[in-house]
């Protein structure tokens, strides 16, 4: 098995058959690319990179624009040219502005040096790629942004898998650099600063249960989810274990739906599928999925008819005659070939 980067270590913990899943070849996921959410978190980070990276002493919107303006451009950036002058282009801008005062009114800020993506040397079970590293003679500040959500709903704490995530940065820090002081820093997307402590115990349980459950995937054991994760996976239609659970379907939103394809056609620029499901609370009605080309352009989709889909969190657009028509949303359309 691989060595597992900050993020992986996430996914390896919920559940390690997930993380089977995706790197397994069989299976293909395709998110909805006319998301423009999706490429959100991708500016902001593209933003902060080149700004720290070039050092830029002034931090006022007009400059920050113009970084902004050369993701825009790039091939695949997913935003529109105008995307700047809407009144969302003009939020995030703010939005950046406020993280870059958090990072530069670090004490002592002007003492260290920065290296943006900073790759850490790897350990034997360990890899990984911090937003921001900042290094002085006798300290080290690991940095990353989330635009993301990251606050467990049931603590109200930062979520388990974010800390596991900034422990792993911890241990590859603390390796390369034994005899400096670590401070650790999740900065929000309105700037918001939320120390991550340094828990040497924690790091070593940490590494412990990585280890065991490393030596039980080698072995084709897999520690399963539970429902709180299962929810949610792209995986689900595959997964032998999974058993829908009504109670985790608070949104619309979430729904994650498992399906096989009854025939499929295309109308005005969309491929509408029809799809068959033994969900319970569906058994009333006919599922169509209504794909925008678009969201799906340049991923190599295919579908066939009687292949098994899982679609997580489409978008319910309406209920009309026994049917329920949803659209791809936040989530993604995963296949197995
Ligand atoms: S459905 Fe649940 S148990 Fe199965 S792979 Fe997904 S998260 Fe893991």
Do not use: W
Request: aromatic residues 12%; proline residues 2%.
């Amino acid at each position: 098995m691989d060595k597992l980067s900050a993020t992986a270590t996430k996914k390896f913990l919920d559940c390690t058959k997930n993380y089977h899943f995706q790197i397994s070849k069989e299976y293909n996921s395709f998110p909805n690319l006319g998301n423009e959410k999706l490429y959100i978190g991708n500016l902001v980070h593209f933003v902060l990179e080149k700004y720290f990276e070039e050092l830029n002493t002034i931090s006022n919107r007009e400059s920050i624009e113009k970084i902004a303006e050369k993701f825009i451009v790039l091939k695949n950036s997913g935003l529109s040219p105008d995307y700047l002058k809407t009144i969302d282009g003009t939020v995030i801008i703010s939005k950046i502005l406020k993280i870059i005062k958090a990072v530069t009114s670090i004490d002592q800020f002007e003492t260290y040096n920065l290296e943006t993506e900073y790759e850490f040397p790897a350990t034997d079970l360990f890899k990984g790629k911090i937003d921001l590293f900042m290094i002085s003679k006798s300290k080290i500040i690991l940095i990353d942004y989330k635009t993301g959500k990251f606050i467990d709903k049931n603590t109200n704490d930062i979520s388990p898998s974010i800390k596991n995530q900034f422990r792993v940065y911890q241990i590859l820090a603390s390796k390369k650099y034994p005899d400096r002081e670590i401070t650790s820093i999740l900065i929000d997307k309105n700037g918001k600063k939320f120390d991550i402590l340094f828990d040497e115990l924690e790091l070593i349980h940490l590494k412990d249960e990585i280890t065991r459950r490393r030596n039980l995937f080698t072995d084709n054991k897999f520690e399963y989810g539970d429902s709180s994760t299962c929810f949610n996976c792209s995986y689900a239609a595959y997964c032998e274990k999974y058993q829908f659970d009504e109670h985790n379907e608070i949104e619309e939103k979430n729904f994650n739906i498992q399906a096989s394809v009854l025939d499929q056609k295309e109308e005005n620029g969309s491929l509408i599928l029809n799809l068959k499901t033994s969900i319970k609370k569906f058994k009333n009605y006919s599922i169509k999925l209504i794909i925008e080309k678009e969201s799906i352009e340049n991923q190599q989709f295919q579908i066939v008819d009687s292949q098994i889909l899982n679609i997580n969190r489409p978008y319910l657009l309406k209920q009309e005659d026994g049917f329920l028509f949803f659209k791809l949303g936040f989530g993604q359309i995963t296949t197995k070939t």
